[in-house]
């Protein structure tokens, strides 16, 4: 059916109300493009090391020749890529896609047990791993369908002195990467050696074929891959290009990549929108330590950053923020989890730059709405549909309600995900016949189509712009032989935005808060893990025995 789409009339100078998907086919046919225009140009940055996109075209290409003739792998087959921002990262990613292949992003955080799901569930027949998290791999690859694993060191694309200093340190000083043996693993460099002896295959890519199985939770607390298709990649780059592109200055943009490129947020943004436009990448791998993230930008004159509200707020409470230089700074770009507008409003006045808010799901791959560029200050919307894009609100029967009325905000584009892998109930329940996601957040929108989340229609916790589902965290601590009943709710926190609450019913009453902090740290990765411990003797219920976590959530604001 057709809908009113009042936020065209909002939509600032020269962007368009429709993109074209079909400009590009695949993925790779726009590095292709980008690699043809910039080929000479810094494409990506870590530990003072550049690759242009020209070695990036090399590297790739050797990457996806070992795939397909030393390992044989076939069209559609999944590549499970399990690192943080490393230059290994790209690499991995476009060699695969050149090769055909799916991508499986993997958080290198996981435990052993969120590992297993994930490879299982993708039936992902190689795995690229960085050598930090080798140890977690080796405990679950013989319950999987992965044939060869690929390792690496941070170090190991860097200059040969500076790299072996670096693995050295993390191995030896730090002790950050504990000991494994994957038997039949070969190293990174050698993958690339052996794929450097072929000819990368010429394999045709359709704008159908996926190629990425985004993992996100659901209500079930199980894990799903989105399948992310070439074509819904090719859109959502070409809308968030479409919405940016006056700030943008192609072959001279260098972004600040701190979020990692396993989450769909940096993915699409950071590393496809700004390659497109020639931009240089300066990856950040690791950014939780702000001290280091300051000291690595210092002297570094970058024109954009994204990031999540945690990670903003990090920077701007770290010494030394203050005093670097933003005079190229035109583009800041926050999502994830809600932007707060005291942290919108100091960025501002620090950096000259508005903190412009995006929404957006791993569904959409993701961006679904996005506030004006040239926004003059934080507005507390998520911002506008972007091109091609519908949003609706719609009331429990489906029926869509006036401006202003609160209901389930829908989205429709050629950014939606193609469904669930492997998962046809699940896909039913969000995406209807006429292509609309349910995604699960409600919100309003105002006259002029500006659209505002209001509360979540699902019990999901955001720590630091990452889902916790509760389903999944209660079922890890209800396997704890002193548990009886086990509710998981979110805590608001000033630094993660929320952080994981347990109400915990104990079956054995010698169990410790602690006891369950130390099972939590075994068997969820740390933004899962339970922050506040609080006993009780029951749990509220509904009359069918379900927890009611909302009375639990809304019991502080009754106090």
Known sequence: MSIDRPWLAQYPAGVPEQ???DEFSSVVAVLETAISQYRDRPAFSSFGKVLTYGDIDELSRQFAAYLLCELKLKRGDRVAIMMPNCLQNPVAIFGTLRAGLTVVNTNPMYTARELRHQLVDSGAKVLVVVDNFGHTAEKVLADTQVEKVITTGLGDMLPPVKGAIINFVLRHVKKMVPDYRIGGSIRFRDALK????????????????????QYTGGTTGVAKGAMLSHRNMVANMQQASAWVSANLQPGKEVIITALPLYHIFALTANCLVFM???????????????????????????????????????????????????????????????????????????????????????????????????????????????????????????????????????????QV???????????????????????????????????????????????????????????????????LEVAAIGAPDEASGEVVKLVVVRKDADLTAEQIKAYARENLTGY????????????????????????????????
């Open 19 to 21: 993109i074209d998907v």
């Open 194 to 213: 052996a794929g450097a002896a072929h000819e990368m295959p010429q394999v045709g890519i359709s704008h159908e074929d996926i190629a990425f199985l």
């Open 276 to 414: 497109k436009f020639g931009g240089l990448n300066h990856l950040i791998t690791n950014p939780r330590d702000m001290p280091g993230f300051v000291k690595e930008l210092n002297g570094v004159r970058f024109t954009a950053i994204t990031g999540v509200n945690t990670l903003f707020n990090g920077l701007l409470n770290t010494p030394g923020f203050e005093d670097l230089d933003f005079s190229g700074l035109r583009l800041t770009l926050g999502g994830g989890m809600a932007v707060q507008r005291s942290v919108a409003e100091r960025w501002k006045k620090v950096t000259g730059c508005t903190l412009v808010e995006a929404y957006g799901l791993t569904e959409t791959a993701p961006a679904a709405c996005i506030n004006p560029i040239d926004l003059a200050e934080y507005n507390g919307s998520i911002g506008l549909p972007i091109p091609s894009t519908d949003a609706a609100i719609r009331d429990e029967a489906g029926t869509f309600v006036a401006p202003g009325e609160v209901g389930e905000l829908c989205i429709r584009g050629p």
């Open 417 to 483: 995900m193609e469904g669930y892998w492997q998962r046809p109930q699940e896909t039913a329940e969000v995406l209807d016949a006429g292509g609309w996601l349910r995604t699960g957040d409600m919100a309003k929108m105002d006259e002029k189509g500006f659209f505002y989340i209001v509360d979540r229609k699902k019990d999901m916790i955001l720590v630091s712009g990452f889902n916790v589902y509760p389903n999944e965290v209660e079922d890890v601590i209800a396997s704890m032989p002193g548990v």
């Open 528 to 559: 899962k893990r339970p922050k506040i411990i609080e006993f009780r003797d029951e749990l509220p219920k509904t009359n069918v025995g379900k927890i009611l976590r909302r009375e639990l959530r809304d019991e502080p604001a009754k106090a």
